[in-house]
C-alpha cells in the first residue's frame, strides 16, 4: 500500500491552519502560495477528502481536515523529537539511560538531578527503578541498569564495574510507643527481640537468593515492599526494626516511633555508585560527575516518609 501523506505535506497544512490563509503560511515557509496550493490539492487528491472550505474567505479547515490536522501535528511532533534524538546519539547521548536506586535514597533528592538534567536538553530518556537489597546489585549486572545508586553490601567482586563509595547509613532500632519492647529496660537483647516479629523490607533480587539486614535467625518477619510501608508497619505496632537514622529522629521527634537501645546493634551500611566501566556515553557521564559524596549523603539525610496508613 503506497503512502499517501508526506511531512512535507502535513507542515503546510498545518502552517495554513494556523496562519489563517495560504499567503501567510507559503511566506512562513518560505515559499509561493501557487506551490503551497498543489501541496494541498495533491495532498487531497491522493487522499479523495476536501480538507479545506473553498467556499469561506478564510482558509477554513473541513471536518476531515481537521481530523488529519489533529493527528498530522502529533505526527510532525514525532518527527521532530526522533530527529533531535538522532542527531544527539550521534553526539554521544545515549536513547536511554536506566538508572536503578536503592529504597533507602530520598526520591526528593534524585528528581532534583533529574530536573537538572532537563534542562540541558540532551534527548536521552529515563527509566527510574527502586530496588532493595540485593536487587539494586542485581540490576546493574544482569544488565537491567546502567547506572546503580545508592547499592548497599559488599560490592560484587567482578570485573568490569567501577564502583565509588559514596554514603554510610546508620540504623536505629524503633517500636511503637503502644509496643511490648517500648517500657522494656534498655539496652535490649537479643532474645527480647527474638521474641517479637520483624518488619523487613522484601530483596528485589531476581536471580540470587534474597539478602536480608537486621534479623535474628528464625524470628518471626513480616515482610513488606518498601520503607514507607515498613515505617507504617511499625507505627502501627505491627513489629519491630531498624530504621535509618534520619527516618528515626524524624518519627521518634513526632511521637510516632521510639527509639530503643540494643545491646547488639546493626551495623552502618555502606552505599556506592556503580557503573559499566566501558560505557562512555555522555548522559551516564554527567549522572556520574553530579553523585558525588556530598549530593548522596544529603540524598539519604533528606530522605522522609510519607504518611501510609496500614
Same mark, same amino acid.
Given at each position: 500500500? $503506497?503512502?499517501?501523506?508526506?511531512? !512535507? #505535506? +502535513?507542515?503546510?497544512?498545518?502552517?495554513?491552519?494556523?496562519?489563517?490563509?495560504?499567503?501567510? #503560511? /507559503? =511566506?512562513? @515557509?518560505?515559499? &509561493?502560495?501557487?506551490?503551497?496550493?498543489?501541496?494541498?490539492?495533491?495532498?487531497? !487528491?491522493? @487522499?479523495?477528502?476536501?480538507?479545506?472550505?473553498?467556499?469561506?474567505?478564510?482558509?477554513?479547515?473541513?471536518?476531515?481536515?481537521?481530523?488529519?490536522?489533529?493527528? %498530522?501535528?502529533?505526527?510532525?511532533?514525532?518527527?521532530?523529537?526522533?530527529?533531535?534524538?538522532?542527531?544527539?546519539?550521534?553526539?554521544?547521548?545515549?536513547?536511554?539511560?536506566?538508572?536503578? &536506586?536503592?529504597?533507602?535514597?530520598?526520591?526528593?533528592?534524585?528528581?532534583?538531578? &533529574?530536573?537538572?538534567?532537563?534542562?540541558?536538553?540532551?534527548?536521552?530518556?529515563?527509566? @527510574?527503578?527502586?530496588?532493595?537489597?540485593?536487587?539494586?546489585?542485581?540490576?546493574?549486572?544482569? %544488565?537491567?541498569?546502567?547506572? #546503580?545508586?545508592?547499592?548497599?553490601?559488599?560490592?560484587?567482586?567482578?570485573?568490569?564495574? $567501577?564502583?565509588?563509595?559514596?554514603?554510610?547509613?546508620?540504623?536505629?532500632?524503633?517500636?511503637?510507643?503502644?509496643?511490648?519492647?517500648?517500657?522494656?529496660?534498655?539496652?535490649?537483647?537479643?532474645?527480647?527481640?527474638?521474641?517479637?516479629?520483624?518488619?523487613?523490607?522484601?530483596?528485589?533480587?531476581?536471580?540470587?537468593?534474597?539478602? $536480608?539486614?537486621? +534479623?535474628?535467625? %528464625?524470628?518471626?518477619?513480616?515482610?513488606?515492599? !518498601?520503607?514507607?510501608? =515498613?515505617?507504617?508497619?511499625?507505627? /502501627?505496632?505491627?513489629?519491630?526494626?531498624?530504621?535509618?537514622?534520619?527516618? #528515626?529522629?524524624?518519627?521518634?521527634?513526632? %511521637?510516632?516511633?521510639?527509639?530503643?537501645?540494643?545491646?547488639?546493634?546493626?551495623?552502618?551500611?555502606?552505599?556506592?555508585?556503580?557503573?559499566?566501566?566501558?560505557?562512555?556515553?555522555?548522559?551516564?557521564?554527567?549522572?556520574?560527575?553530579?553523585?558525588?559524596?556530598?549530593?548522596?549523603?544529603?540524598?539519604?539525610?533528606?530522605?522522609?516518609?510519607?504518611?501510609?496508613? &496500614?
Amino acid at each position: 500500500m $503506497s503512502v499517501r501523506l508526506s511531512f !512535507d #505535506a +502535513l507542515a503546510a497544512l498545518d502552517a495554513i491552519a494556523r496562519q489563517g490563509s495560504f499567503a501567510a #503560511a /507559503a =511566506k512562513e @515557509l518560505h515559499r &509561493v502560495p501557487s506551490a503551497l496550493s498543489y501541496t494541498i490539492q495533491k495532498m487531497e !487528491d491522493d @487522499l479523495g477528502v476536501r480538507l479545506f472550505d473553498r467556499t469561506a474567505r478564510k482558509a477554513e479547515l473541513t471536518p476531515a481536515g481537521r481530523e488529519l490536522l489533529e493527528e %498530522g501535528r502529533q505526527l510532525l511532533a514525532l518527527a521532530g523529537d526522533l530527529e533531535f534524538r538522532v542527531r544527539q546519539v550521534a553526539k554521544g547521548w545515549e536513547l536511554e539511560l536506566r538508572i536503578a &536506586v536503592d529504597n533507602l535514597v530520598s526520591a526528593e533528592s534524585l528528581l532534583e538531578l &533529574v530536573r537538572d538534567f532537563d534542562r540541558i536538553k540532551t534527548g536521552t530518556r529515563l527509566r @527510574l527503578s527502586y530496588e532493595v537489597l540485593g536487587g539494586t546489585w542485581e540490576a546493574l549486572l544482569s %544488565g537491567r541498569c546502567d547506572l #546503580a545508586i545508592g547499592a548497599g553490601g559488599e560490592p560484587p567482586s567482578l570485573s568490569g564495574y $567501577s564502583v565509588r563509595e559514596v554514603n554510610r547509613v546508620r540504623f536505629l532500632f524503633c517500636v511503637a510507643p503502644g509496643h511490648p519492647l517500648a517500657k522494656a529496660p534498655e539496652p535490649l537483647k537479643p532474645a527480647q527481640l527474638f521474641a517479637h516479629r520483624a518488619i523487613a523490607m522484601g530483596d528485589t533480587s531476581r536471580q540470587a537468593a534474597p539478602r $536480608s539486614a537486621g +534479623l535474628l535467625q %528464625g524470628q518471626d518477619t513480616l515482610v513488606v515492599p !518498601d520503607l514507607a510501608t =515498613k515505617v507504617a508497619a511499625q507505627r /502501627a505496632g505491627l513489629g519491630v526494626g531498624y530504621l535509618p537514622e534520619p527516618i #528515626a529522629r524524624d518519627e521518634a521527634e513526632a %511521637g510516632r516511633l521510639l527509639i530503643k537501645r540494643v545491646a547488639e546493634p546493626k551495623q552502618e551500611a555502606v552505599q556506592y555508585v556503580a557503573w559499566r566501566s566501558a560505557n562512555r556515553g555522555k548522559a551516564l557521564a554527567w549522572w556520574i560527575e553530579r553523585l558525588d559524596e556530598k549530593t548522596c549523603s544529603r540524598a539519604l539525610a533528606r530522605r522522609r516518609v510519607t504518611r501510609v496508613e &496500614v
